[in-house]
């Protein structure tokens, strides 16, 4: 039976029932009362078939016969719990079988029913376990929006430029592709390798961060590959490096642009050989790793200046992924705000209810030369200095203090005394409304799903006004 149409319902997804009886007439009486209410039902007409059916198709209710020759009740039971985890089963019995009944239950079955069936009895139960099994499926479909929102397990952006990230690391993080994440410090190029990481086959193994810079030459040889004793001096036994540490996960550079020349042409032999030699060493140790590379630097400019081997370059920039300044994504700084203020209050205990709007305005407003990295340390700052529990303009850092607007005891936002926008007072409201929905627009270099956010009205809202006032 081919599977139900998808439907951006899920309420609206019809139940699929499997009936699994080598009584043939019974099962067909079973399921034939229940396509009354709209269950979309398949019968088997034995244990083996029923298995069958729950290893090649899904079910999101499974009714079984207890006593089937051969692959008896408990089997399917079994069967559908390894095969299907979300399911519910319903046992049928025969012959006033408690024993057998309690016995289902204690192998996970949600309910039991005892022969002569009562139809009245069975459909309520198939509607019970019918509820729990919609609110499993719009819990799921609830977790796969609030990812598509909120970003691919904790990069956070719904801006245009996060969008087609997120997809590209849905596609690249099943595969063992080499990837080189580019950016300016701070927009957290070691988040987006943990989320490849975190979401591959490889998450169960280790992720090992390594950051290039932080190492003098004569270190990250050793750092990278190991050594063995006596290989210099101090050297008092064997070492294992990153590479080994790594095996069967992800290897990841920080700043890869800083490597020195000699150890790129040592990096590279690995990559292609899959095989590392410790220093000091002779012998060669088989790795498995995948390799995911960072930096702020222009690599492409360092290989025309030959600080870069290009074949290295090509070598791990398979899949390259570019991650934009905050400046240019402003619509994701109020999801950005949410996420830091939760994450810091609910680890420092400290009760925060969240932003006023003129404190957010003044965080849209600022350039964050230190990107995500700078922005999350200002709200753990505003949290830790807070005293009143709304992080408010007299909680902004000093560099961006300037940036808040007044607000009056309504909670409207007045223009400051230097923004040219006291000659509005007195004006029509709908002159004051174009001035500040121009004054977003500009904020925002004209993006209008940031400027609506600013705003806190809808795009289409904005979109009408943008129209009637005749804006650019």
């Known amino acids: 039976m081919d599977s139900p149409a998808k439907s951006d319902d899920v309420s609206e997804i019809p139940i699929r029932v499997l009936v ?7 099962a067909q009486a079973v399921a034939e009362s229940l396509r009354v209410i709209g269950s979309d039902c398949t019968v088997a ?3 083996e078939s029923g298995a069958n059916r729950i290893e090649s198709d899904q079910y999101d209710v499974v009714v079984t016969d207890m006593m089937m020759e051969g692959t008896d009740g408990l089997a399917i039971l079994s069967k559908a719990k390894e095969e299907l985890p979300d399911a519910e089963v319903i046992v049928v019995t025969g012959h006033g079988s408690i024993s057998s009944a309690v016995t289902a239950m204690q192998h996970g079955a949600y309910s039991y029913l005892a022969k002569p069936l009562d139809i009245q009895e069975l459909r309520a139960a198939v509607d019970k376990a019918s509820t729990r099994v919609r609110l499993i499926r719009k819990n799921a479909e609830l977790s796969r929006r609030l990812d598509e929102r909120f970003g691919f397990e904790g990069v956070i952006g719904t801006s245009t430029q996060m969008n ?10 099943p595969t063992d592709s080499t990837v080189l994440i580019t950016g300016e410090n701070g927009t957290g190029k070691e988040l987006v390798a943990r989320a490849l990481h975190q979401n591959s086959p490889r998450k169960n193994k280790p992720f090992v961060p390594l950051n290039v810079a932080a190492l003098p030459e004569s270190i990250l040889e050793s750092e990278l590959f190991g050594h063995e004793a006596g290989a210099f001096t101090g050297a008092m036994g064997r070492r294992v490096g990153k590479f080994e540490y790594a095996n069967g996960g992800t290897l990841f550079l920080d700043e890869v642009g800083e490597m020195p020349l000699d150890i790129q042409v040592k990096l590279l032999r690995v990559l292609e050989e899959r095989k590392i030699t410790r220093l000091g060493g002779n012998d060669e140790v088989p790795i498995n790793v995948r390799l995911v590379a960072a930096t702020n630097a222009d690599l492409k400019q360092l290989v025309a200046e030959k600080r870069f081997r290009d074949d290295l370059y090509y070598r791990i920039n398979v899949v390259s992924i570019h991650l934009p300044p ?9 999801l950005l705000l949410d996420h830091f203020q939760k994450e810091i209050t609910q680890r420092s205990g400290k009760e925060v209810r969240g932003f006023t709007r003129t404190a957010r305005q003044a965080l849209m407003s600022y350039e964050w030369p230190g990107n995500i990295r700078q922005l999350r340390n200002s709200v753990e700052r505003m949290i830790v ?14 560099e961006i203090a300037p940036l808040a607007r007044d607000e009056d005891e309504t909670g409207e936002i007045l223009p400051t005394a230097d923004s040219g ?6 004006r029509p409201m709908n002159e004051v409304e174009k001035y500040y929905i121009q004054r977003a627009l500009e904020v925002t270099s004209g993006k209008r799903e940031e400027a609506a956010k600013m705003l806190g009205i809808g795009e289409r809202t904005l979109y009408r006004k943008i129209k009637e006032f005749g804006l650019k």
């Open 20 to 26: 699994v009886d080598d009584d043939e007439a019974h």
């Open 385 to 398: 200095l807070d005293i009143d529990g709304m992080l408010d303009k007299d909680d902004l850092p000093e």
């Open 45 to 47: 007409n034995s244990g």
């Open 326 to 334: 905050l400046r240019e994504r402003r619509g994701d700084i109020p």
């Open 164 to 173: 087609r990230i997120i997809d590209i690391l849905r596609n690249v993080s």
């Open 421 to 426: 926008a006291d000659q509005l007072i007195g």
